[in-house]
């Protein structure tokens, strides 16, 4: 199926909104290297003024002669008239959890390569192999069966640029017959046959047995993504980043997925946790919010405090880290404020039995006992030199989505960001965010 690779790069293409300089993140793999052969040849058609392509590669040095494979896709792209750049994953490597870490990275590299090329978002090779691949594993491990949306279409990193995956209806089969059609090579990555991976244990799995099915799972996910919203809006209040607070009746309402899922998501940001708590804590917590007696339960560093006025959570005052901001650098304390100096060294910790939080938080309306708790755990910003004055920048920071936010949890996320006093996650470049699905 040759031609569904131009298909969809030229569907791609068209959904654009605006004029936008697109960056290929390209591996030298077949997946890759097809989505920047099609974009390139795409654009050749005169429907698509106002877009352009940039590519970068990013070398993770993880093995011998991936430098060399940078440069030959270096010299691809200069064959194409493409301007490529090729940014490099230095220092040392994590013994384990490589592939998360490197995941890590090399966006933060696709953003500085961004950032150079002048582009506004990034577009990724992903196929639907990978979604196959994806689905399989988090289902496995997914505990409010969030799973079977497998990988958004769209993807907002760092608060600040998209990530696209054109090609997640094509197989990757499809895109090697669109090379080999044109005489064009790629490379195998060797480390896509180490079992030590899970992908990897997974993708062989998958070549001999039954795929997982695919649903409309993005579409539902977003529709559900509104409906958290919708009870975040209505239902939840939060003070100061500190403190949210729930209305007895509708706390016990653990069985409506949309509300536990909206619950348990601002928990999370509460916490600074970058996810959602696994099944075993979701259950435990369940039975004592739907039991509705008075009383506190911790789960995911959050304590869920019940009491006949309603239920309030807030951070556990235990495992506070410190963290040290140089001159006028940022930084995230304990996953749940950012904090960016305005002239000298800083120090973050907790506030400890502060008065003058505690009161912020009465004035507010929590009840005394509640406001003294969620006072322990408020920033303290302190200058690194007793002698200089603390000039800061704080904010919350939503750990949840703030790094990786799937384009079909937008509502829920923008929901959650007014709630903690933040703007709105900026818009896509291209239409239907919200309710791009595979399948």
């Not at 809006?233 to 607070?245: F, K, M, N, T, Y």
């Not at 209305?247 to 536990?260: C, I, K, L, M, Y």
């Amino acid at each position: 199926m040759p031609d569904a690779v131009l298909d969809t790069a030229s569907s791609f293409l068209r959904s654009f909104i605006r004029p936008a300089r697109i960056l290929v993140a390209v591996s030298g793999g077949s997946d890759s290297k097809g989505l920047l052969v099609a974009l390139h040849a795409g654009l050749q058609a005169e429907e698509h003024r106002g877009l352009s392509l940039v590519a970068c590669t990013v070398d993770h040095a993880l093995r011998p002669g991936s430098a060399s494979e940078a440069e030959a896709v270096a010299a691809f792209c200069a064959g194409l008239g493409v301007a490529h750049r090729v940014y490099r994953w230095e220092g040392d490597k994590p013994r384990s959890g490589i592939q998360a870490a490197a995941r890590t990275r090399r966006y933060a590299l696709l953003c500085e390569a961004a950032d150079e090329l002048g582009a506004d978002c990034i577009a990724t090779g992903h196929t639907l192999d990978d979604q196959y691949e994806t689905i399989a594993m988090r289902s496995l491990r997914d505990a409010e069966g969030q799973g079977a949306a497998g990988m958004a279409a769209t993807m907002l990193y760092g608060r600040r640029l998209w990530v696209m995956r054109p090609f997640l209806k094509l197989r990757r089969g499809d895109i090697r017959a669109f090379l080999e059609a044109r005489g064009i090579g790629w490379i195998d990555d060797p480390s896509n046959a180490n079992h030590e991976f899970e992908r990897v244990r997974v993708r062989t799995r998958l070549a001999t047995g039954e795929l997982p099915a695919l649903s409309p799972g993005g579409r539902k996910r977003a529709a559900a993504a509104a409906r958290s919203a919708a009870f975040i809006e209505r239902h939840i209040r939060v003070c100061e980043g500190l403190a949210a607070e729930v209305s007895a009746r509708q706390a016990g309402n653990v069985d409506d997925p949309d509300w536990r899922r909206a619950l348990l998501s601002v928990a999370a940001v509460l916490g600074g946790r970058d996810h959602l708590p696994a099944r075993a804590t979701i259950e435990r917590l369940s039975a004592f919010l739907r039991s509705g007696e008075p009383g506190r339960l911790t789960a995911g560093r959050v304590v869920f405090d019940r009491r006949a006025s309603g239920l309030y959570l807030y951070r556990e005052a235990r495992s506070l880290p410190a963290l040290a901001i140089a001159p006028a650098a940022r930084g995230v304390w304990d996953g749940r404020f950012a904090v960016t100096s305005k002239g000298p060294a800083l120090t973050v910790a907790a506030a400890g039995a502060s008065g003058a939080w505690a009161q912020r938080l009465i004035d507010a309306g929590l009840p005394a006992g509640v406001a003294k708790r969620a006072a322990l755990v408020a920033p303290r910003i302190m200058p690194a030199d007793i002698a200089g004055e603390a000039s800061a920048e704080v904010e919350c920071h939503i750990a949840l989505f703030d790094t990786f936010l799937p384009g079909f949890d937008r509502i829920m996320a923008d929901a959650i960001a007014v709630l903690f006093g933040r703007d709105r996650y900026p818009a896509s470049p291209v239409r239907d965010v919200l309710t791009e699905m595979v399948g």
